[in-house]
């Protein structure tokens, strides 16, 4: 008897009825000898564009394994339009962060170099293994666009106008906002909208006054508590989410 179906896989090629898509030595070793699945059984696969399929493991052999799509479950869907632009954390902070903003539905993930960076260098290799495991886990069917660093200010300057920047901003008094966040971000309902959150220093005061006075950028306020980064990624994409993205 086949195994559960509720094992999902992203691959990177093309998905259709029929059409085999052989496995590479990691994910060979992530379904034989992690999961001890075997030859007949059966997974969830996708790829970002195709939808998800239910796929049969045919195996040749000892080192040979591919995967058969058999049957479309869900039609390829696409999340929030939300953008998420961070300061880069040390590396156990920034996997758990990235995968927090995948599961909370952001499509692009930009990382952003202000004055008070704890880090300047980014693993994109590692940000993307952890933005597929994060995807596959909680079941999206998209896997969020990755920019390389930038700084702020260059940032600032081929800023698509069209999309508002959420500035989220630890020196902001909440009452600041017009009856709070809520009513805020109610403003930007309709727009594609970028949130901003800096790193563990906060932003200089150079780079608050710019944001401030730049046209296009909100600034909201997250509470009267001064959050850790990554806690402030959370609680931001989720009072978005539940204001004008997927949740209302």
């Not at 093309?14 to 992530?30: F, M, P, R, T, W």
């Not at 990755?146 to 700084?151: A, E, G, R, S």
């Not at 901003?196 to 508590?225: H, K, M, N, W, Y």
Request: aromatic share 4%; charged share 25%; glycine share 6%.
């Amino acid at each position: 008897m086949s195994k559960t179906l509720s094992i999902r896989l992203y691959v990177e090629r093309s998905l259709s009825a029929g059409q085999e898509v052989v496995c590479d030595k990691g994910q060979i070793n992530y379904l034989l000898n992690v999961l001890r699945l075997d030859d007949g059984d059966h997974i969830r696969v996708f790829n970002g564009i195709d939808g998800e399929w239910d796929a049969r493991l045919n195996r040749v052999g000892k080192r040979s394994l591919s995967l058969c799509p058999e049957a479309l479950l869900r039609a390829q869907t696409t999340g929030p339009d939300i953008q998420y632009l961070f300061a880069p954390l040390k590396r156990a902070r920034l996997d758990y962060m990235v995968q927090k903003a995948v599961e909370l539905g952001a499509a692009q993930l930009s990382p952003v170099l202000t004055h008070h960076c704890q880090v300047e260098r980014v693993n994109m290799e590692r940000m993307r293994a952890n933005a597929i495991e994060a995807a596959e886990q909680c079941g999206i069917l998209q896997i969020p666009k990755l920019d390389n660093p930038v700084k702020l200010l260059d940032l600032i300057n081929v800023w698509d106008e069209t999309r508002a920047l959420v500035f989220c901003d630890e020196k902001r008094d909440k009452q600041s906002d017009d009856c709070g966040p809520i009513a805020t971000l109610k403003t930007l309902e309709g727009q594609k909208i970028a949130v901003l959150i800096g790193p563990e220093g906060g932003f200089s005061q150079e780079e608050r006054d710019l944001l401030c006075a730049t046209r296009f950028v909100t600034p909201l306020s997250l509470g009267p508590r001064i959050m850790r980064a990554d806690t402030a990624a959370v609680a931001a994409l989720s009072l978005v989410n539940g204001v004008v993205g997927d949740w209302k």
